[in-house]
């Protein structure tokens, strides 16, 4: 018996649903791919902590400081004699730059205007892997960094300037120093900083040993 309608075709529909189906599966291959990149080397058991320096010149005292709310382990540093903008922020250790760029929003703090609108997160900064799932940070530079993603830099080699973009009250460079995800005390020429915690205020004074390598 006939009804009267045309009978439809299902010869279409299978492939189409193949198609879909492969072409997700290559998408959450890749996805896993692409997290597997990121996470695997990170769970990594740390290597031996680098000889980390202070990321400012050679022979300077600097001012290192946190406070309430500022989170365990980070370091502000300002310099104790000399204008602060513009000073050279120098890489602690050598190692591959991994970020170069903007966090956040940069704000308009300025020497010209040093009470401009503070910006969000760090303004521009820096991200350096130093092997062994070691990792060190920069914030707050005063312009775009002095070094590119994929560029391997020298302990000492300048990579940008101490500024105030991003969420800052006054120019100065916000440092951490990290271990796989983890961020740790700073230690420089081997030597623990001495900031552990946020629960209080805390400045101290160091001298840096980020000198050239004497050949």
Known sequence: MTTGRPARARTHRRPRSRTL???LAL???AAVLGVAVVVL???RPAGPRPLFQMPVACGETWQLSTYPGHDDYDVDFFPVEGEAWGRPVLASYAGTVTVAGINGSLGGRTPENPEGPRGRGGGYWVKIDHGGTWETQYLHLLEPPLVE???KVAQGEQIGKLGSTGNSGAPHLHYEQRRGWEKVE????????GITTDDR???LRRVSNNCPAVS
């Open 21 to 23: 189906l492969v072409l």
């Open 27 to 29: 998408v959450a291959a």
């Open 41 to 43: 080397p990170m769970l």
């Open 149 to 151: 993603v994929g560029q």
């Open 186 to 193: 700073t230690h420089f020429d081997g030597t623990p900083s």
């Open 201 to 203: 205020e805390q400045i």
